[in-house]
């Protein structure tokens, strides 16, 4: 893992996958007779939540991406530290992580609906869908039936931060399960995301310590960027798609292809022959796009869920059950 600081480290770390995928048997309306309103509850709470405020979107996909990351789609990331131990949710990849309030909104309403019945972990991957359409993005059956996890430890999460390879990456998601295809089109999440300039302020005046800016960067990017980034005191953030910064669609894709990438990876995928074609094919039809996105968001939310009698539904999300 790059070595950042804990609030630069906080706000953005790629897509990886840190344990293996393990497709489980969910399914689309768990919740029909124990609790037919939660789907429409989830919805308005979130819809609620867009309409102030529109980042909700990539703050609800980066929680839900954090959460499958590390022991699985059980939202234990969502559980608060004690005095003896010290949570995901403190580790310093998740300090930026946002959209626990909507979470605390949800289950609260739903606690009062149907007590001990819908789990934490499945609001997050609801929840997510919900900011994700509204975004424009696609709108697909989220299967359902996870159970929430009872262990979560800051020292188990350890994400790659936003440097590495097509190739060195590829190795991390093939050994976990996903295609090539999936980790590209899952690093389109970034259609809606951030990032702190520390992350590329190098590609933009002394890349790999050549005295001049990253040759794959286009030079009106690299002003432009230069621009916001200027000061070191304050580590201003930019977004990862500069055109349609709020929508869920192709426009990254197009980005990079024009050499507008601001991530070294985000320019990688498009450079890489292994890749390129992919890129391509989405950046050409948003359709596609959203086909293969909602496919990869399915996937991901089934790896290694809790289920049946393990785990447990958290009364709180914030506290395991005791």
């Known amino acids: 893992m790059t070595n950042y600081s804990l609030k630069r480290a906080s706000k953005l770390y790629l897509l990886f996958i840190t344990l293996p995928l393990s497709l489980a048997t969910l399914r689309v309306g768990f919740y029909t007779t124990s609790c037919p309103l939660a789907e429409s509850t989830i ?13 909700v979107t990539p703050a609800l996909l980066r929680m839900h991406y954090h959460d499958c990351f590390v022991r699985g789609c059980d939202a234990s990331i969502l559980i608060d530290s004690t005095r003896s131990n010290q949570t995901e949710k403190g580790a310093g990849a998740n300090l930026g992580v946002r959209g626990y309030e909507v979470i605390d909104q949800i289950k609260a309403r739903l606690e009062s609906i149907c007590p001990e019945t819908v789990s934490c972990a499945d609001i ?3 929840a997510t869908r919900e900011a994700l359409r509204l975004a424009g993005g696609p709108n697909y059956d989220v299967p359902t039936g996870r159970r ?3 262990i979560s430890r800051s020292d188990e999460v350890n994400l790659p931060g936003p440097s590495s390879t097509v190739s060195e990456a590829q190795k991390v998601f093939r050994a976990h399960g996903l295609t090539l295809d999936e980790m590209v089109v899952l690093l389109g999440a970034h259609t809606v995301g951030t990032a702190h300039c520390s992350f590329f302020r190098d590609r933009l005046s002394n890349f790999r310590g050549s005295g001049a800016p990253d040759p794959t960067m286009e030079r009106g990017m690299v002003d432009k960027l230069k621009n916001t980034c200027g000061s070191k005191i304050v580590d201003r953030t ?3 798609d500069e055109n349609t910064s709020f929508l869920v669609d192709n426009m990254y894709y197009k980005q990079i292809i024009r050499k507008r990438g601001v991530l070294k990876i985000d320019q990688e995928i498009e450079e890489d022959m292994a890749s390129s074609k992919f890129v391509a094919k989405l950046a050409a039809d948003n359709a596609l796009f959203g086909e293969h996105f909602a496919k990869a968001m399915v996937k991901l939310g089934s790896s290694r869920v809790l289920e049946g009698r393990d785990g447990e ?5 914030r506290v395991i059950n005791h």
């Open 124 to 126: 997050i991957a609801l």
């Open 148 to 150: 929430d996890g009872r």
């Open 43 to 55: 919805r308005r709470i979130v819809q609620q939540r867009f309409v102030a405020d529109k980042s």
């Open 313 to 317: 539904i958290r009364r709180n999300c």
């Open 238 to 240: 930019v977004f990862l």
